[in-house]
C-alpha cells in the first residue's frame, strides 16, 4: 500500500501569513492526490484533486502543487477560518489512503 | 445540493455488529460510486470499501474483507455499511462519502455516524 507522509503534524502561522503544507507518498501517485479540510467535529471538505484542481467552492488564497511523489498545499493569506487538519489522500493505486494531517494553528 | 445523510450514534459490545445508513439526495444516486471510511479519536482517515449502486457490486480494503457488508436500496436513494465481530479498535466515527467518474477522491461527505464499542 501506498504510505502517504505530512509534514509538519503542526504548523502555527499568523493570520494573513503563508501557510505550506506537505505531503509526500512513498511512490509515484502522479497527479491522483486530493487535498481535504477537517474542521474541529464536521466532516472532511474536498479542497484539491488531480493534485492542483480547486474544488467547488475552495477560496482563491488556497493552492495545490506537486506531482509524483511531493505535494505542496499552500494558503497565501491566511485567515482564521482556516484553523483545521489538512489531509492529503492518494487514489493511484489501491487502497485509497491518507495522510496523518497537519493541523494548523492561527497565532 | 448533494446530502448524505448518516444514521444516529450508537454504542456496541464487543462481537456485535453494527449497521450505519447513509441516505443520499440531490443528485443520481446510481450514477457515481459510494464509499465508507472511518477515523479513529484523534487519528486519520482510513478508507474501508465502495459500493457501486446501480449493480451491487462492492470493493473492500484487504483488513475488512470478511468483516464488512455494503448494502443499497435503490428505491429510496439509500446505502448500508454493516461491520461484525466489533471490537474496541473499531471504536470511530464511520463516513459515507461520494467519488465522481472512475477517481476516487471524495467530493461529498456524510456528517458521520459515531461507533463506540464498550463493555
Known amino acids: 500500500e501506498v504510505v502517504m507522509t505530512q509534514s509538519p503534524a503542526t504548523l502555527s502561522v499568523s493570520p494573513g501569513e503563508r501557510a505550506t503544507l506537505s505531503c509526500w507518498a512513498s511512490q509515484t501517485v502522479y497527479s491522483n492526490l486530493a487535498w481535504y479540510q477537517q474542521k474541529f467535529g464536521q466532516a472532511p471538505r474536498l479542497l484539491f484533486y488531480g493534485a492542483s484542481a480547486r474544488a467547488t467552492g475552495i477560496p482563491a488564497r488556497f493552492s495545490g502543487s506537486g506531482s509524483g511523489t511531493n505535494f505542496t498545499l499552500t494558503i497565501s493569506s491566511l485567515q482564521s477560518e482556516d484553523l483545521a487538519v489538512y489531509f492529503c489522500?492518494?487514489?493511484?493505486?489501491?487502497?485509497?489512503?491518507f495522510g496523518q494531517g497537519t493541523k494548523l494553528d492561527i497565532k | 445540493q448533494v446530502l448524505l445523510v448518516q444514521s444516529g450514534a450508537e454504542v456496541k459490545k464487543p462481537g456485535a455488529s453494527v449497521k450505519v445508513s447513509c441516505k443520499a439526495s440531490?443528485?443520481?444516486?446510481?450514477?457515481?460510486?459510494l464509499h465508507w471510511l472511518r477515523q479513529a479519536p484523534g487519528q486519520g482517515l482510513e478508507w474501508m470499501g465502495w459500493i457501486i449502486p446501480n449493480s451491487g457490486i462492492t470493493n473492500f480494503a484487504q483488513k475488512f474483507q470478511g468483516r464488512v457488508t455494503v448494502t443499497r436500496d435503490t428505491s429510496i436513494n439509500t446505502a448500508y455499511m454493516e461491520l461484525t465481530g466489533l471490537t474496541s479498535v473499531d471504536t470511530a466515527v464511520y463516513y459515507c462519502a461520494r467519488s465522481t467518474g472512475g477517481y476516487y477522491y471524495f467530493d461529498s461527505w456524510g456528517q458521520g455516524t459515531v461507533i463506540t464499542v464498550s463493555s
Open positions: 489522500q492518494q487514489y493511484n493505486n489501491w487502497p485509497y489512503t
Open positions: 440531490g443528485y443520481t444516486f446510481t450514477g457515481y460510486h
